[in-house]
Nanobody
Framework: QVRLSESGGGSVQAGGSLRLSCVVT??????????VGWFRQVQGKEREAVAS???????YYVSSVEGRFVISRDASENTFYLSMSDLEPEDTAMYYC?????????????????????WGQGTQVTVSS
């Protein structure tokens, strides 16, 4: 059974940087494809896709973070990262990592959190102006 655990959130001023981590534990068959996404949610609003990355190294970003956020993976640590720079108050949210099992990331599916079956508990990011 796969589990995800996020960390790295915090409070920063606008223009600052944070790197979120998502540690993956558990295992799936080696031949399974995978897709990992980062989402964020502000209370009272829908969950928003931020970035995704798969085992074909295809990555997608929501337009509001392109050029500022980078999704990456450290295979040796089984950890995924979301490196965030030039943060804006509008980036304030709870950030979640999620994984699709035996499926790649596709641009057409990017904004669909319902396709992700495994979720972490979230880590809060607060950006002050």
């Amino acid at each position: 059974q796969v589990r995800l655990s996020e960390s790295g959130g915090g409070s920063v001023q606008a223009g600052g940087s944070l790197r979120l981590s998502c540690v993956v534990t558990g295992s799936v068959p080696r031949e399974y494809r995978w897709c990992v996404g980062w989402f964020r949610q502000v209370q009272g609003k829908e969950r928003e896709a931020v970035a995704s990355f798969d085992d074909f190294k295809d990555s997608y970003y929501v337009s509001s973070v392109e050029g500022r956020f980078v999704i990456s993976r450290d295979a040796s640590e089984n950890t995924f990262y979301l490196s965030m720079s030039d943060l804006e108050p509008e980036d304030t949210a709870m950030y979640y990592c999620a994984r699709r099992i035996n499926a790649r990331c596709f641009k057409a599916d990017f904004a669909r959190p319902d396709l992700y079956g495994v979720w972490g508990q979230g880590t809060q990011v607060t950006v002050s102006s």
